[in-house]
């Protein structure tokens, strides 16, 4: 009586040529146990429920965006500037800080210390943390969130840290986590738009002064990308308080790598995969529209459709060379990867925040410990630095 797993039917005998064999209903011969035992299945309603009791119970659940049909276009009916600065800021204020465990649960965990793994290779390798010997540096965070990079600098021991963010309960989280920290340095916290005002309107001269050894941009740069305008305000606020041969350092979307992906299909206006969707209110050519070309971020357990800009490279290195900066490192993050493999200390810090695969390490292949959807969020990212000329006069 052989069983047909395709069609989940018995067949008694043989099927005649040319005749389909006659279904069998299903009829187990040698029953382990009583028919009424059987188990009823599991209800979607409460799968939903069991993955909410193992979830973080402050994190409201997100939906990825449905997809878009190939060749739609999301109208640009919203004016970009106001609304885009409201979303990004309403987003991260309700994203509480849940303690170090729940971040530890979280499904992207992988990826989170990969990130942190990459701003301490960005720290180490290009932050200028020794310019008042002995005294530690001035640091200045824009975009700085709840203050997830404090225990990342304080192993270099800085002098002084002041943090700026557009979203004020991410900027009370950050003093506190400071102040929960026992850190052994002063740090400063203002909550403004750092893309749209002069940072001496809001913060006094007397922390802006000395001018600062680095200044930091961790994940931020594509929230303001929106005008030229305002990228000029964002550059020129790093520039105007940062020493001679201080460092701007930073990590943002790939402009290059976003639109290639893009352009993948020929008609697509969203890409992604079961970590990560991009969606983009219209098709441009790389260049077409150095500012304000929108797009929609979600990040599995992180980011909910909030608005993006392709941060225009070509653009952003022209304002950073006229406000002084010039390039000294750019590299996506599966290159900053292999760049720290090959320092010692580095690769040490990969290894103890497990974010190589050690098993293939030891024979010999970098490879990140984390499924590939997940490592292509991450090779959408690159880091940068650069570095205040000596006869700059912004
Ligand atoms: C992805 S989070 C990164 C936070 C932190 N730098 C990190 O690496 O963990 C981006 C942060 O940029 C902030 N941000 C976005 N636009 C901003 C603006 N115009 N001025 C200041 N902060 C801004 C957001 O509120 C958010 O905290």
Redesign the pocket.
């Known amino acids: 009586m052989p069983y047909d797993p395709v069609k989940d039917v018995y067949h008694d005998a043989p099927p005649e040529e040319g005749r389909a064999p006659e279904p069998r209903a299903y009829a187990p011969l040698y029953r382990v146990t009583p028919p009424e035992s059987v188990l009823i299945p599991i209800t979607k309603e409460q799968v939903e429920a069991l993955k909410r009791q193992s979830q973080n119970p402050l994190r409201a659940r997100a939906q990825p965006p449905p997809e878009v049909p190939r060749g739609t276009v999301r109208p640009a009916e919203v004016p970009i500037g106001e609304l885009e600065?409201t979303t990004?800021?309403t987003?991260?204020?309700k994203r509480r800080e849940v303690g170090r465990d729940a971040r530890e649960s979280s499904p992207i965990i992988p990826l989170k210390r990969f990130?942190?793994w990459v701003?301490s290779a960005l720290i180490s390798m290009y932050a200028q943390v020794g310019w008042n010997a002995g005294q530690g540096a001035r640091i200045l965070?824009?975009?700085?969130?709840?203050?997830?990079?404090l225990r990342k600098w304080d192993r270099h021991r800085p002098a002084v840290m002041v943090l700026?963010?557009?979203?004020d309960v991410?900027i009370e989280q950050a003093r506190l986590r400071y102040e929960e920290g026992h850190y052994r340095w002063a740090a400063e916290f203002f909550?403004?738009?750092?893309?749209?005002r002069p940072l001496d309107e809001v913060v006094p001269r007397s922390l802006l002064e000395p001018l600062f050894d680095t200044v930091?941009?961790?994940?931020?740069l594509h929230?303001?990308w929106d005008s030229e305008e305002?990228a000029r305000t964002?550059l020129s606020n790093a520039a105007r308080w940062l020493r001679p041969g201080g460092t701007l350092i930073g990590?943002t979307v790939d402009d290059e790598t976003l639109l290639a992906r893009l352009h993948e299909d020929e008609h697509a206006v969203s890409f992604g995969n079961e970590c990560y969707r991009i969606e983009f209110d219209q098709r441009l050519e790389p260049g077409e529209k150095p500012f304000g070309n929108r797009y929609h971020f979600w990040l599995l357990d992180?980011?909910d459709n909030v608005p993006e800009f392709v941060v225009d490279w070509a653009a952003f290195t022209r304002i950073a060379e006229e406000c002084g900066l010039h390039l000294v490192y750019k590299a996506r993050f599966d290159e900053i990867l292999s760049d720290g493999y090959a320092n010692r200390p580095l690769r040490q810090l990969l290894e103890r925040m497990q974010v190589i695969d050690s098993n293939m390490a030891a024979a010999g292949v970098v490879t990140p410990a984390m499924p590939p959807a997940m490592w292509h969020v991450c090779t959408l990212y690159m880091g940068f630095a650069l570095e205040k000329s000596v006869d700059a006069t912004a």
């Open positions: 600065r990004v800021a987003h991260y204020n990130n942190n701003k965070e824009l975009g700085c969130g709840k203050g997830g990079d700026i963010d557009i979203a991410s909550a403004f738009d750092c893309f749209r930091s941009m961790q994940f931020c929230y303001g305002n964002m990590t992180a980011v």
